[in-house]
Protein backbone atom coordinates (compact mmCIF):
# COMPACT_ATOMS: atom_id res chain seq x y z
CA UNK A 1 0.00 0.00 0.00
CA UNK A 2 1.71 3.33 -0.88
CA UNK A 3 0.97 5.76 1.63
CA UNK A 4 1.60 9.21 -0.51
CA UNK A 5 -1.35 10.39 1.64
CA UNK A 6 -0.34 9.92 4.95
CA UNK A 7 2.28 12.94 6.16
CA UNK A 8 6.12 11.55 6.54
CA UNK A 9 6.21 9.51 9.45
CA UNK A 10 8.57 11.60 11.46
CA UNK A 11 6.34 14.56 11.06
CA UNK A 12 3.34 12.67 11.92
CA UNK A 13 1.60 14.47 15.06
CA UNK A 14 1.67 11.15 17.36
CA UNK A 15 5.25 10.93 16.22
CA UNK A 16 6.29 14.03 17.83
CA UNK A 17 3.93 13.64 20.71
CA UNK A 18 5.86 10.23 21.47
CA UNK A 19 9.34 11.83 20.97
CA UNK A 20 8.79 14.23 23.37
CA UNK A 21 7.70 12.05 26.04
CA UNK A 22 10.36 9.83 25.88
CA UNK A 23 12.65 12.12 27.52
CA UNK A 24 10.99 11.24 30.45
CA UNK A 25 10.13 7.91 30.39
CA UNK A 26 13.76 6.58 29.25
CA UNK A 27 14.99 4.26 31.82
CA UNK A 28 11.66 4.89 33.96
CA UNK A 29 11.01 2.33 36.33
CA UNK A 30 7.40 1.68 36.25
CA UNK A 31 5.89 1.26 39.69
CA UNK A 32 5.59 -2.50 40.07
CA UNK A 33 4.83 -3.09 43.70
CA UNK A 34 1.70 -2.76 45.92
CA UNK A 35 -1.91 -1.94 44.66
CA UNK A 36 -0.12 0.71 42.15
CA UNK A 37 1.90 -2.40 40.78
CA UNK A 38 -1.32 -4.72 40.59
CA UNK A 39 -3.03 -1.94 38.48
CA UNK A 40 0.02 -1.73 36.61
CA UNK A 41 0.13 -5.53 35.95
CA UNK A 42 -3.34 -5.50 35.35
CA UNK A 43 -3.55 -2.73 32.58
CA UNK A 44 -0.28 -3.44 30.80
CA UNK A 45 -0.82 -6.97 30.08
CA UNK A 46 -3.18 -8.55 27.48
CA UNK A 47 -4.53 -12.31 27.24
CA UNK A 48 -5.61 -14.48 24.40
CA UNK A 49 -7.27 -18.07 25.59
CA UNK A 50 -4.61 -18.81 27.77
CA UNK A 51 -1.52 -17.07 26.09
CA UNK A 52 -0.14 -14.08 28.43
CA UNK A 53 1.54 -10.49 26.88
CA UNK A 54 3.04 -9.01 30.59
CA UNK A 55 4.53 -5.60 29.19
CA UNK A 56 4.19 -3.62 32.55
CA UNK A 57 7.69 -3.63 33.19
CA UNK A 58 8.33 -1.23 29.81
CA UNK A 59 8.85 1.99 30.45
CA UNK A 60 5.04 2.74 28.83
CA UNK A 61 2.70 4.99 30.91
CA UNK A 62 -1.53 5.25 29.49
CA UNK A 63 0.03 8.26 27.46
CA UNK A 64 2.59 6.90 25.52
CA UNK A 65 0.06 3.73 25.00
CA UNK A 66 -2.52 5.71 23.84
CA UNK A 67 0.03 7.93 21.18
CA UNK A 68 1.06 4.46 19.97
CA UNK A 69 -2.39 3.89 19.11
CA UNK A 70 -2.43 7.10 17.71
CA UNK A 71 0.27 6.49 15.62
CA UNK A 72 -0.73 3.28 14.53
CA UNK A 73 -4.54 4.76 13.38
CA UNK A 74 -2.35 7.93 11.93
CA UNK A 75 -0.45 5.07 9.85
CA UNK A 76 -3.46 3.70 9.05
CA UNK A 77 -2.69 -0.05 10.44
CA UNK A 78 -6.08 -1.33 10.55
CA UNK A 79 -6.60 -0.46 6.90
CA UNK A 80 -3.41 -2.15 6.17
CA UNK A 81 -4.54 -5.03 8.13
CA UNK A 82 -7.63 -5.10 6.17
CA UNK A 83 -5.20 -4.93 2.86
CA UNK A 84 -3.19 -7.70 3.80
CA UNK A 85 -6.19 -10.68 4.85
CA UNK A 86 -8.01 -9.09 1.65
CA UNK A 87 -5.09 -9.97 -0.56
CA UNK A 88 -4.39 -6.47 -2.07
CA UNK A 89 -0.82 -6.35 -3.39
CA UNK A 90 0.67 -5.48 -0.28
CA UNK A 91 4.93 -6.67 -1.95
CA UNK A 92 4.63 -3.99 -3.70
CA UNK A 93 7.47 -4.51 -5.06
CA UNK A 94 7.00 -7.94 -6.80
CA UNK A 95 3.19 -6.63 -7.21
CA UNK A 96 1.86 -9.72 -5.23
CA UNK A 97 -0.04 -9.75 -2.37
CA UNK A 98 1.39 -11.99 0.81
CA UNK A 99 -0.84 -14.82 1.68
CA UNK A 100 0.16 -16.72 3.86
CA UNK A 101 -2.48 -16.17 6.35
CA UNK A 102 -4.75 -18.25 3.61
CA UNK A 103 -3.07 -21.27 4.12
CA UNK A 104 -3.92 -21.87 7.17
CA UNK A 105 -7.73 -20.71 6.66
CA UNK A 106 -9.91 -23.62 7.81
CA UNK A 107 -12.58 -25.25 5.10
CA UNK A 108 -15.41 -22.41 5.22
CA UNK A 109 -13.69 -19.40 6.74
CA UNK A 110 -14.10 -16.45 4.45
CA UNK A 111 -11.21 -16.06 1.95
CA UNK A 112 -10.37 -13.23 0.88
CA UNK A 113 -11.36 -10.76 -2.05
CA UNK A 114 -8.72 -12.19 -4.54
CA UNK A 115 -7.73 -15.46 -3.39
CA UNK A 116 -10.66 -17.66 -4.62
CA UNK A 117 -8.16 -20.02 -6.59
CA UNK A 118 -5.15 -19.65 -4.18
CA UNK A 119 -7.60 -21.24 -1.74
CA UNK A 120 -8.61 -24.01 -4.27
CA UNK A 121 -4.87 -24.37 -4.79
CA UNK A 122 -3.94 -24.33 -1.07
CA UNK A 123 -6.64 -27.43 -0.21
CA UNK A 124 -5.05 -29.35 -3.34
CA UNK A 125 -2.10 -29.11 -2.12
CA UNK A 126 -2.70 -29.67 1.70
CA UNK A 127 -4.85 -32.61 0.80
CA UNK A 128 -1.99 -34.28 -1.22
CA UNK A 129 0.42 -33.68 1.60
CA UNK A 130 -2.45 -35.27 3.43
CA UNK A 131 -1.96 -38.74 1.42
CA UNK A 132 1.68 -38.22 1.37
CA UNK A 133 2.15 -38.18 5.10
CA UNK A 134 -0.09 -40.79 5.71
CA UNK A 135 1.70 -43.44 2.69
CA UNK A 136 4.98 -42.42 4.47
CA UNK A 137 3.56 -43.57 7.69
CA UNK A 138 2.02 -46.99 6.73
CA UNK A 139 5.43 -47.70 4.62
CA UNK A 140 3.98 -47.28 1.09
CA UNK A 141 5.91 -45.36 -0.17
CA UNK A 142 9.80 -46.60 -0.19
CA UNK A 143 12.96 -46.95 -1.58
CA UNK A 144 14.79 -49.12 -4.23
CA UNK A 145 14.80 -52.02 -2.00
CA UNK A 146 11.09 -51.39 -1.18
CA UNK A 147 12.03 -51.10 2.74
CA UNK A 148 10.00 -48.08 4.19
CA UNK A 149 11.90 -44.52 4.23
CA UNK A 150 13.99 -44.11 7.79
CA UNK A 151 15.17 -41.30 7.47
CA UNK A 152 13.89 -37.74 5.84
CA UNK A 153 16.55 -34.78 5.18
CA UNK A 154 15.31 -31.50 4.06
CA UNK A 155 17.34 -29.45 2.11
CA UNK A 156 16.39 -26.01 1.76
CA UNK A 157 17.76 -23.04 3.38
CA UNK A 158 16.95 -19.60 4.62
CA UNK A 159 12.93 -19.65 4.70
CA UNK A 160 13.13 -23.02 3.28
CA UNK A 161 14.05 -24.47 6.60
CA UNK A 162 14.07 -22.83 9.59
CA UNK A 163 10.46 -22.70 9.98
CA UNK A 164 10.20 -26.27 9.20
CA UNK A 165 13.61 -27.24 11.54
CA UNK A 166 12.20 -24.87 14.85
CA UNK A 167 8.74 -26.80 14.56
CA UNK A 168 10.24 -30.39 14.18
CA UNK A 169 12.30 -29.64 16.78
CA UNK A 170 9.38 -27.78 19.18
CA UNK A 171 7.40 -30.56 18.61
CA UNK A 172 9.59 -33.62 19.30
CA UNK A 173 7.77 -34.97 22.06
CA UNK A 174 4.91 -34.91 19.48
CA UNK A 175 6.70 -37.21 16.61
CA UNK A 176 4.83 -40.01 15.71
CA UNK A 177 5.97 -43.77 16.22
CA UNK A 178 5.69 -44.59 12.76
CA UNK A 179 7.48 -41.70 11.48
CA UNK A 180 10.78 -41.50 9.80
CA UNK A 181 13.63 -39.31 11.66
CA UNK A 182 13.72 -35.60 10.33
CA UNK A 183 17.23 -33.62 9.36
CA UNK A 184 18.18 -30.87 7.93
CA UNK A 185 21.08 -30.04 5.70
CA UNK A 186 21.66 -26.58 3.51
CA UNK A 187 25.17 -25.42 4.10
CA UNK A 188 27.32 -24.35 1.02
CA UNK A 189 30.20 -26.37 2.62
CA UNK A 190 28.79 -29.68 2.59
CA UNK A 191 29.70 -30.27 6.28
CA UNK A 192 26.28 -31.18 6.91
CA UNK A 193 25.12 -33.42 3.97
CA UNK A 194 28.59 -35.45 4.79
CA UNK A 195 28.04 -35.79 8.20
CA UNK A 196 24.45 -37.47 8.03
CA UNK A 197 25.55 -39.27 4.61
CA UNK A 198 28.03 -41.08 6.85
CA UNK A 199 25.82 -42.37 9.33
CA UNK A 200 22.29 -42.80 7.00
CA UNK A 201 21.06 -45.69 4.72
CA UNK A 202 20.65 -44.87 1.48
CA UNK A 203 18.17 -47.32 0.79
CA UNK A 204 16.24 -46.02 3.12
CA UNK A 205 16.23 -41.79 2.59
CA UNK A 206 14.18 -39.71 1.26
CA UNK A 207 15.20 -36.53 0.33
CA UNK A 208 13.01 -33.06 0.20
CA UNK A 209 14.55 -30.41 -2.01
CA UNK A 210 12.91 -27.35 -0.53
CA UNK A 211 13.11 -24.21 -2.33
CA UNK A 212 10.64 -21.83 -3.56
CA UNK A 213 12.75 -20.28 -6.80
CA UNK A 214 14.29 -24.30 -6.83
CA UNK A 215 17.27 -22.24 -8.04
CA UNK A 216 19.17 -21.34 -4.62
CA UNK A 217 22.83 -22.34 -5.26
CA UNK A 218 23.33 -24.10 -1.44
CA UNK A 219 19.87 -26.20 -1.98
CA UNK A 220 20.83 -27.25 -4.94
CA UNK A 221 24.56 -28.20 -4.47
CA UNK A 222 22.97 -30.32 -1.92
CA UNK A 223 20.73 -31.64 -3.77
CA UNK A 224 23.41 -32.64 -6.49
CA UNK A 225 25.68 -34.35 -3.73
CA UNK A 226 22.79 -36.05 -2.36
CA UNK A 227 21.93 -37.48 -5.49
CA UNK A 228 25.62 -38.54 -6.68
CA UNK A 229 25.58 -40.35 -3.14
CA UNK A 230 22.23 -42.43 -4.04
CA UNK A 231 23.86 -43.19 -7.17
CA UNK A 232 26.75 -44.39 -5.88
CA UNK A 233 25.24 -45.94 -3.34
CA UNK A 234 22.40 -48.06 -5.40
CA UNK A 235 22.93 -51.33 -7.63
CA UNK A 236 22.65 -50.50 -11.11
CA UNK A 237 18.70 -49.72 -12.46
CA UNK A 238 17.51 -48.79 -8.84
CA UNK A 239 14.58 -46.36 -9.11
CA UNK A 240 15.81 -43.70 -7.30
CA UNK A 241 13.21 -41.07 -8.35
CA UNK A 242 11.22 -42.35 -5.85
CA UNK A 243 13.74 -40.80 -3.11
CA UNK A 244 13.05 -37.16 -4.10
CA UNK A 245 10.68 -34.76 -2.88
CA UNK A 246 10.04 -31.38 -4.34
CA UNK A 247 8.38 -28.42 -2.84
CA UNK A 248 8.32 -25.40 -4.88
CA UNK A 249 6.95 -22.25 -6.78
CA UNK A 250 8.92 -23.72 -9.78
CA UNK A 251 7.60 -26.30 -11.56
CA UNK A 252 9.80 -26.85 -14.18
CA UNK A 253 12.58 -27.23 -12.04
CA UNK A 254 11.38 -30.39 -9.78
CA UNK A 255 10.68 -31.95 -12.96
CA UNK A 256 14.31 -30.86 -14.29
CA UNK A 257 15.75 -32.46 -11.61
CA UNK A 258 13.92 -35.53 -12.05
CA UNK A 259 11.31 -35.56 -9.07
CA UNK A 260 8.60 -37.52 -10.04
CA UNK A 261 5.07 -35.78 -10.25
CA UNK A 262 3.51 -37.42 -7.86
CA UNK A 263 6.37 -36.38 -5.28
CA UNK A 264 6.05 -32.73 -6.47
CA UNK A 265 4.28 -29.92 -3.77
CA UNK A 266 3.96 -26.43 -5.13
CA UNK A 267 3.96 -23.56 -3.32
CA UNK A 268 3.02 -19.96 -4.68
CA UNK A 269 4.64 -16.65 -5.40
CA UNK A 270 2.25 -14.93 -3.22
CA UNK A 271 3.91 -16.99 0.21
CA UNK A 272 6.83 -15.52 0.97
CA UNK A 273 9.59 -17.98 2.02
CA UNK A 274 9.93 -16.97 5.85
CA UNK A 275 6.08 -16.77 6.22
CA UNK A 276 5.96 -20.33 4.48
CA UNK A 277 6.19 -23.10 6.86
CA UNK A 278 1.74 -23.31 6.60
CA UNK A 279 2.55 -24.24 3.33
CA UNK A 280 3.95 -27.65 2.21
CA UNK A 281 7.10 -25.94 3.17
CA UNK A 282 5.92 -27.34 6.52
CA UNK A 283 6.33 -30.97 4.97
CA UNK A 284 8.50 -32.09 7.50
CA UNK A 285 7.14 -30.73 10.43
CA UNK A 286 4.07 -33.03 9.06
CA UNK A 287 6.15 -35.86 8.47
CA UNK A 288 7.32 -35.82 11.85
CA UNK A 289 4.00 -35.05 13.95
CA UNK A 290 1.28 -36.40 11.75
CA UNK A 291 -1.21 -34.47 9.88
CA UNK A 292 -3.24 -34.82 13.05
CA UNK A 293 -1.28 -32.70 14.83
CA UNK A 294 -0.26 -30.23 11.25
CA UNK A 295 -3.88 -29.33 11.18
CA UNK A 296 -3.61 -27.93 15.19
CA UNK A 297 -0.47 -26.72 14.09
CA UNK A 298 -2.43 -24.62 11.22
CA UNK A 299 -5.46 -23.40 13.40
CA UNK A 300 -3.07 -21.90 15.75
CA UNK A 301 -2.26 -19.72 13.08
CA UNK A 302 -5.35 -19.39 12.07
CA UNK A 303 -6.75 -18.26 15.67
CA UNK A 304 -3.82 -15.70 15.67
CA UNK A 305 -5.14 -14.42 12.63
CA UNK A 306 -8.51 -13.96 13.69
CA UNK A 307 -7.52 -12.26 16.65
CA UNK A 308 -5.07 -10.11 14.86
CA UNK A 309 -8.10 -9.26 12.22
CA UNK A 310 -10.37 -8.96 14.56
CA UNK A 311 -9.25 -8.05 17.72
CA UNK A 312 -9.54 -3.75 18.40
CA UNK A 313 -6.05 -2.26 18.48
CA UNK A 314 -6.08 -2.04 22.08
CA UNK A 315 -6.25 -5.46 22.94
CA UNK A 316 -4.63 -6.93 19.69
CA UNK A 317 -1.60 -9.00 21.17
CA UNK A 318 0.87 -8.53 17.34
CA UNK A 319 -0.70 -5.11 17.53
CA UNK A 320 0.76 -3.98 20.67
CA UNK A 321 3.77 -5.71 20.79
CA UNK A 322 4.91 -4.01 17.36
CA UNK A 323 3.77 -0.84 18.88
CA UNK A 324 6.23 -1.56 21.45
CA UNK A 325 8.97 -2.47 19.50
CA UNK A 326 8.64 0.95 17.77
CA UNK A 327 8.42 2.38 21.27
CA UNK A 328 11.86 0.93 22.26
CA UNK A 329 13.19 0.86 19.02
CA UNK A 330 12.82 4.88 17.42
CA UNK A 331 12.25 6.06 21.06
CA UNK A 332 14.15 4.69 23.71
CA UNK A 333 17.18 3.53 21.31
CA UNK A 334 17.52 -0.12 21.78
CA UNK A 335 18.28 -1.37 18.35
CA UNK A 336 19.37 -4.89 19.18
CA UNK A 337 16.36 -7.19 20.08
CA UNK A 338 17.13 -10.26 22.36
CA UNK A 339 14.52 -13.07 22.55
CA UNK A 340 14.91 -15.90 25.49
CA UNK A 341 12.82 -19.03 25.63
CA UNK A 342 12.97 -20.74 28.27
CA UNK A 343 12.09 -23.81 26.76
CA UNK A 344 14.72 -26.47 25.53
CA UNK A 345 13.07 -26.91 22.31
CA UNK A 346 12.58 -23.90 21.36
CA UNK A 347 16.30 -23.45 20.98
CA UNK A 348 15.76 -22.82 17.30
CA UNK A 349 12.97 -19.78 17.84
CA UNK A 350 15.98 -17.55 17.81
CA UNK A 351 17.39 -18.36 14.51
CA UNK A 352 14.04 -18.51 12.76
CA UNK A 353 13.02 -14.96 14.17
CA UNK A 354 16.14 -13.63 13.08
CA UNK A 355 15.13 -14.59 9.58
CA UNK A 356 11.65 -13.12 10.06
CA UNK A 357 12.19 -9.82 11.05
CA UNK A 358 15.34 -8.98 9.80
CA UNK A 359 14.66 -9.89 6.44
CA UNK A 360 11.46 -7.99 6.83
CA UNK A 361 12.17 -5.24 8.78
CA UNK A 362 16.01 -4.82 7.13
CA UNK A 363 14.75 -1.58 4.85
CA UNK A 364 15.92 1.36 4.09
CA UNK A 365 13.22 3.24 2.12
CA UNK A 366 10.00 3.53 2.67
CA UNK A 367 6.85 2.70 0.40
CA UNK A 368 7.23 5.80 -2.29
CA UNK A 369 11.05 4.61 -2.15
CA UNK A 370 12.13 7.67 -0.32
CA UNK A 371 15.13 6.77 1.98
CA UNK A 372 13.92 6.47 5.59
CA UNK A 373 14.83 8.95 8.35
CA UNK A 374 14.23 7.08 11.51
CA UNK A 375 15.46 3.23 12.24
CA UNK A 376 13.59 0.35 10.71
CA UNK A 377 14.27 -3.46 12.62
CA UNK A 378 16.53 -3.96 15.17
CA UNK A 379 19.37 -6.66 15.14
CA UNK A 380 17.55 -9.98 16.42
CA UNK A 381 19.54 -13.02 18.49
CA UNK A 382 18.59 -15.09 21.02
CA UNK A 383 19.35 -18.40 22.44
CA UNK A 384 17.81 -20.66 25.55
CA UNK A 385 17.30 -18.11 28.67
CA UNK A 386 19.32 -20.91 30.71
CA UNK A 387 22.24 -20.74 28.49
CA UNK A 388 22.08 -17.19 27.92
CA UNK A 389 22.13 -16.39 31.68
CA UNK A 390 25.61 -18.21 31.58
CA UNK A 391 26.97 -16.48 28.29
CA UNK A 392 25.74 -13.14 26.91
CA UNK A 393 23.19 -12.02 29.66
CA UNK A 394 25.95 -10.13 31.48
CA UNK A 395 25.74 -7.61 28.78
CA UNK A 396 22.35 -7.49 29.34
CA UNK A 397 22.43 -6.67 32.88
CA UNK A 398 25.10 -3.90 32.86
CA UNK A 399 26.62 -3.44 29.29
CA UNK A 400 26.17 -0.19 27.80
CA UNK A 401 23.77 -0.84 24.69
CA UNK A 402 19.85 -0.58 25.70
CA UNK A 403 18.98 -4.21 24.88
CA UNK A 404 14.87 -4.97 24.10
CA UNK A 405 14.06 -8.14 25.95
CA UNK A 406 11.54 -10.94 24.95
CA UNK A 407 11.30 -13.59 27.76
CA UNK A 408 9.48 -16.43 26.42
CA UNK A 409 8.19 -19.35 29.00
CA UNK A 410 5.75 -22.44 28.86
CA UNK A 411 3.30 -22.92 31.97
CA UNK A 412 3.40 -26.54 31.78
CA UNK A 413 6.98 -27.45 32.46
CA UNK A 414 8.73 -28.86 29.36
CA UNK A 415 10.38 -32.20 30.53
CA UNK A 416 8.19 -34.31 32.72
CA UNK A 417 11.60 -34.67 35.46
CA UNK A 418 10.24 -33.53 38.53
CA UNK A 419 13.59 -32.51 39.65
CA UNK A 420 12.95 -29.26 37.04
CA UNK A 421 9.52 -28.54 37.98
CA UNK A 422 9.31 -24.70 37.95
CA UNK A 423 12.98 -24.31 37.63
CA UNK A 424 12.96 -22.79 33.89
CA UNK A 425 9.99 -20.36 35.47
CA UNK A 426 11.32 -19.07 38.14
CA UNK A 427 14.86 -18.18 36.53
CA UNK A 428 12.85 -16.76 33.53
CA UNK A 429 11.14 -14.83 36.29
CA UNK A 430 14.20 -13.62 38.31
CA UNK A 431 16.11 -12.21 34.98
CA UNK A 432 13.13 -10.45 34.19
CA UNK A 433 12.62 -8.72 37.94
CA UNK A 434 16.28 -8.22 37.78
CA UNK A 435 16.67 -6.37 34.74
CA UNK A 436 14.38 -4.42 35.95
CA UNK A 437 15.23 -3.42 39.26
CA UNK A 438 18.95 -4.33 39.60
CA UNK A 439 21.01 -3.54 42.80
CA UNK A 440 21.53 -0.40 44.11
CA UNK A 441 25.03 1.43 46.03
CA UNK A 442 23.37 0.95 49.63
CA UNK A 443 21.94 -2.65 49.03
CA UNK A 444 25.16 -3.57 47.97
CA UNK A 445 27.14 -1.39 50.51
CA UNK A 446 25.09 -3.10 53.63
CA UNK A 447 25.69 -6.11 52.14
CA UNK A 448 29.12 -6.01 51.72
CA UNK A 449 29.47 -4.60 55.63
CA UNK A 450 27.68 -7.84 56.71
CA UNK A 451 30.19 -9.50 55.03
CA UNK A 452 33.03 -7.69 56.61
CA UNK A 453 34.53 -6.20 53.07
CA UNK A 454 36.72 -2.83 54.63
CA UNK A 455 35.60 0.44 53.05
CA UNK A 456 39.00 0.86 50.96
CA UNK A 457 37.55 -2.64 49.16
CA UNK A 458 34.11 -1.37 49.21
CA UNK A 459 34.62 1.98 47.56
CA UNK A 460 36.53 0.39 45.15
CA UNK A 461 34.32 -2.29 44.13
CA UNK A 462 30.59 -0.56 44.38
CA UNK A 463 30.72 0.97 41.28
CA UNK A 464 31.75 -2.45 39.10
CA UNK A 465 29.10 -4.09 41.16
CA UNK A 466 26.25 -2.41 40.89
CA UNK A 467 23.51 -3.74 38.30
CA UNK A 468 21.78 -0.30 37.16
CA UNK A 469 18.18 -1.88 36.34
CA UNK A 470 15.51 0.17 34.55
CA UNK A 471 15.82 -2.33 32.17
CA UNK A 472 12.74 -3.11 30.27
CA UNK A 473 11.53 -6.78 28.90
CA UNK A 474 8.05 -8.28 27.73
CA UNK A 475 7.17 -11.84 28.78
CA UNK A 476 4.76 -13.99 26.63
CA UNK A 477 3.66 -17.18 28.73
CA UNK A 478 2.02 -19.98 26.71
CA UNK A 479 0.13 -22.60 28.28
CA UNK A 480 2.26 -25.30 26.94
CA UNK A 481 4.33 -26.08 23.71
CA UNK A 482 1.97 -28.07 21.40
CA UNK A 483 1.44 -27.51 17.89
CA UNK A 484 -1.59 -25.17 18.42
CA UNK A 485 0.37 -22.96 21.16
CA UNK A 486 3.44 -23.23 18.27
CA UNK A 487 0.98 -21.99 15.81
CA UNK A 488 -0.18 -19.25 17.68
CA UNK A 489 3.11 -17.61 18.78
CA UNK A 490 4.97 -18.18 14.98
CA UNK A 491 1.65 -16.00 13.55
CA UNK A 492 2.14 -13.93 16.92
CA UNK A 493 5.64 -12.73 15.55
CA UNK A 494 4.73 -12.45 11.88
CA UNK A 495 2.07 -10.22 12.77
CA UNK A 496 3.93 -8.15 15.01
CA UNK A 497 6.48 -7.82 12.00
CA UNK A 498 4.30 -6.60 9.73
CA UNK A 499 2.77 -3.81 12.51
CA UNK A 500 5.90 -2.23 12.90
CA UNK A 501 6.59 -2.45 8.78
CA UNK A 502 3.33 -0.53 8.74
CA UNK A 503 3.97 1.92 10.90
CA UNK A 504 7.51 2.58 9.01
CA UNK A 505 5.53 1.85 5.58
CA UNK A 506 8.22 -0.49 4.56
CA UNK A 507 7.70 -4.07 2.84
CA UNK A 508 8.14 -6.84 4.91
CA UNK A 509 7.63 -8.92 1.66
CA UNK A 510 10.84 -8.19 0.60
CA UNK A 511 14.33 -8.64 0.18
CA UNK A 512 16.01 -7.44 -2.16
CA UNK A 513 19.45 -7.11 -0.29
CA UNK A 514 20.15 -10.48 -0.60
CA UNK A 515 20.26 -10.76 -4.24
CA UNK A 516 24.05 -9.01 -4.59
CA UNK A 517 25.92 -11.04 -2.53
CA UNK A 518 24.52 -14.09 -4.52
CA UNK A 519 25.28 -12.81 -8.10
CA UNK A 520 29.27 -12.04 -6.50
CA UNK A 521 29.52 -15.51 -5.65
CA UNK A 522 28.52 -16.62 -9.31
CA UNK A 523 31.06 -14.53 -10.20
CA UNK A 524 34.56 -15.12 -7.66
CA UNK A 525 33.51 -18.78 -8.11
CA UNK A 526 35.88 -19.71 -10.98
CA UNK A 527 38.15 -17.68 -9.50
CA UNK A 528 38.07 -19.43 -6.04
CA UNK A 529 38.36 -22.59 -7.97
CA UNK A 530 40.82 -21.44 -9.91
CA UNK A 531 39.84 -22.07 -12.82
CA UNK A 532 39.88 -18.39 -13.99
CA UNK A 533 41.98 -15.75 -13.16
CA UNK A 534 40.47 -12.78 -11.04
CA UNK A 535 38.10 -10.20 -13.31
CA UNK A 536 40.84 -7.43 -13.83
CA UNK A 537 38.70 -5.18 -12.76
CA UNK A 538 38.34 -7.13 -9.06
CA UNK A 539 39.19 -4.98 -6.23
CA UNK A 540 42.72 -5.37 -4.71
CA UNK A 541 41.25 -6.87 -1.07
CA UNK A 542 39.27 -10.16 -2.96
CA UNK A 543 42.11 -10.30 -5.45
CA UNK A 544 44.56 -11.02 -2.24
CA UNK A 545 42.11 -13.17 -0.33
CA UNK A 546 41.69 -15.04 -3.35
CA UNK A 547 45.49 -15.73 -3.52
CA UNK A 548 45.76 -16.34 -0.28
CA UNK A 549 43.23 -18.87 -0.62
CA UNK A 550 44.13 -20.76 -3.62
CA UNK A 551 47.94 -21.16 -1.71
CA UNK A 552 49.67 -18.68 -4.21
CA UNK A 553 50.99 -16.38 -1.43
O1 LIG B 1 13.26 -21.04 -1.14
P1 LIG B 1 14.41 -20.50 -1.90
O2 LIG B 1 13.98 -19.87 -3.20
O3 LIG B 1 15.46 -21.54 -2.11
O4 LIG B 1 15.03 -19.33 -1.06
C1 LIG B 1 15.61 -19.58 0.19
C2 LIG B 1 15.83 -18.33 0.96
O5 LIG B 1 16.71 -17.47 0.28
C3 LIG B 1 16.32 -16.11 0.46
O6 LIG B 1 15.87 -15.65 -0.75
C4 LIG B 1 17.45 -15.28 0.94
O7 LIG B 1 18.62 -15.56 0.28
C5 LIG B 1 15.21 -16.17 1.48
O8 LIG B 1 14.35 -15.11 1.37
C6 LIG B 1 14.60 -17.49 1.22
O9 LIG B 1 13.84 -17.94 2.28
Given at each position: ???SAV???T ?5 Q??G ?11 P ?7 Q ?8 L?GL?FD ?7 E?T ?10 R?L ?12 V??T ?21 GA??R ?8 R?TR??D ?6 V????D ?10 IG ?5 AA??V?AL ?5 R???R???AS???G ?5 L???L ?6 FIV ?12 N??A??H ?11 L???W?G ?13 P ?9 W???R????S????P?A?AVG?R ?5 LA ?9 E ?8 P????L ?5 I ?6 T????P ?5 A ?9 E ?11 GR??D?H ?10 F????S?A ?19 D???L???H ?6 A?G ?18 I?A??DE?QR ?11 GR?S ?6 R ?7 R ?5 E ?6 A ?7 FDQ?G ?6 L?R?L????T???D?A ?7 C ?10
Amino acid sequence: MSDSAVPRLTESAAWQALGARAGDLRGWRPPLKGTQGEQRFRRFSLQLDGLFFDYARQPVDETTRDLLLELARERRLPERIRALFAGEPVNATEGRPALHTLLRAPEGSAFPVHGADARAAVRTELARMTRFVDRVHRGLVHGWDDRPFTDVVNLGIGGSELGAAMAVQALSRFHQREAPRMHFASGSDGVQLEDLIRRLDPATTLFIVASKSFTTSETLLNARAALHWLEACAPEGAHLARHWVGVSANEEGMARFGIPEEQRFRIWDWVGGRYSVASAMGLPVALAVGMRHFQDFLAGMHAMDRHFEEAPLPVNLPVIAGLLQVWSINFLGAHTHCVLPYHQRLARLPAWLQQLEMESLGKRVDSGGRPVDYHTGAVVFGETGFHAQHSFAQLLFQGSCPVAVDFLISREDASGLAVFHGVAQAQALGQGRALMTGRDRATLAGEMIRAGVDEEQRQALLAHREIPGGRPSNTLVFPRLDPYNLGRLIAFYEHRTFVQASIWDINPFDQWGVELGKQLTRALLPAVTGETDPAADLDASSCGLIRILRGAD
